[in-house]
């Protein structure tokens, strides 16, 4: 069983920073490519940010290059460092579990989700 847990969503002012967390296994990580996605209100689910588990590259989507960093701190819990926010930022931020890779919306597994309010 792949439980994912993402915690760290909030409301910040344009320009501000959050850093949200997935929790997971050791055994999800060694197993898995993980990822973060988004969805806005009204729009399509989004790819944000992928860790390859086979050597640990990452790629992340052109709308956040230079502003978001995606980590592993330990075997356990996968990062998202958001920071430069902009109110196109707002959404409902999942993640994500593949074997696949490149990670798409059709990933395996999913988190519940946490939501990102960013305020002009």
């Known amino acids: 069983q792949v439980q994912l847990v993402e915690s760290g969503g909030g409301l910040v002012q344009a320009g501000g920073s959050l850093r949200l967390s997935c929790a997971a296994s050791a055994s999800t990580f060694g197993t898995y490519n993980m990822g973060w996605f988004r969805q806005a209100p009204e729009k399509e689910r989004e790819f944000v940010a992928a860790r390859r588990k086979i050597d640990g590259s990452i790629t992340y989507a052109d709308s956040v290059k230079g502003r978001f960093t995606t980590s592993k701190s330990n075997a356990k819990t996968l990062y998202l460092q958001m920071n430069s926010l902009k109110s196109e930022d707002t959404a409902v931020y999942y993640c994500?579990?593949?074997?696949?890779?490149?990670?798409?919306?059709?990933?395996?597994?999913w988190g519940q989700g946490t939501q990102v309010t960013v305020s002009s």
């Open positions: 994500a579990a593949s074997r696949r890779w490149p990670m798409t919306t059709n990933s395996s597994f």
